[in-house]
């Protein structure tokens, strides 16, 4: 599950970047988190065999979703809920925007806002024109904390797609941040040279 709060930031940053200059529709949520509670919004959780690998883990098809900004599938481990995951992968499509670092840059900005203690590293590939990116996140009861890694890229035909990765620690949250380092260096390679690996379908 994508809180509330993220799904507004991501929905942020797909409008403020401006996509191609043309009036961007506003967003309509599209997660298991506020499923069917926005007006515009379609959402639905068909039966599908399509799974995702990466780092070496299997996560299944949970939930796919659709309004005029963005369209969405999510994936998570067998046997884990929208609600309390401990991995998570999606795949975003913003067919109104044409700039990734632009709209990188405008996530960035509007978490900031929000938390003037997080922070981001951005990363771009000047072959690929592709961008890189990762940050750590947490609710304000910190309930959980969670670190992400996004791959967006130019989409053929026009529009941007958004491969995210993300992990989640409820517990012994201190020991999650102690092994950040370590997990950033390896999940940020994987990201950027293989992405998500997208099985069946």
């Known amino acids: 599950m994508r809180s509330a709060f993220f799904l507004v930031i991501l929905a942020a940053a797909a409008v403020g970047s401006g996509g191609n200059g043309s009036e961007t529709p506003a967003p309509a949520t599209t997660s298991s988190s506020t499923r069917g509670a926005t007006a515009g919004s379609t959402a639905a959780v068909p039966a599908s065999k399509e799974w995702v690998e990466f780092n070496g883990q299997r996560l299944v098809f949970a939930f796919e979703g659709k309004n005029p900004v963005e369209i969405l599938r999510e994936y998570i481990p067998t046997g884990e809920k929208l609600d309390s995951?401990?991995?998570?992968?999606?795949?975003?499509?913003?067919?109104?925007?044409?700039?990734?670092?632009?709209?990188?840059?405008?996530?960035?900005?509007?978490?900031?806002?929000?938390?003037p203690a997080f922070q981001s590293a951005i990363h771009q590939n000047d072959k690929t024109g592709e961008v890189m990116i990762d940050f750590v996140m947490w609710p304000a009861d910190t309930s959980f904390i969670e670190f992400n890694v996004f791959r967006l890229q130019k989409k053929e035909g026009g529009g941007i797609v958004a491969q995210q990765y993300a992990v989640r620690a409820y517990e012994k949250q201190m020991d999650f941040m102690k092994g950040l380092a370590a997990l950033r260096a390896k999940l940020l390679p994987l990201m950027g040279t293989n992405g998500l690996t997208i099985h069946g379908g």
């Not at 995951?85 to 990188?104: C, L, R, S």
């Open 85 to 115: 995951w401990t991995q998570f992968a999606a795949i975003h499509e913003y067919p109104a925007q044409i700039d990734p670092m632009v709209f990188a840059r405008t996530m960035a900005d509007a978490l900031k806002k929000k938390n």
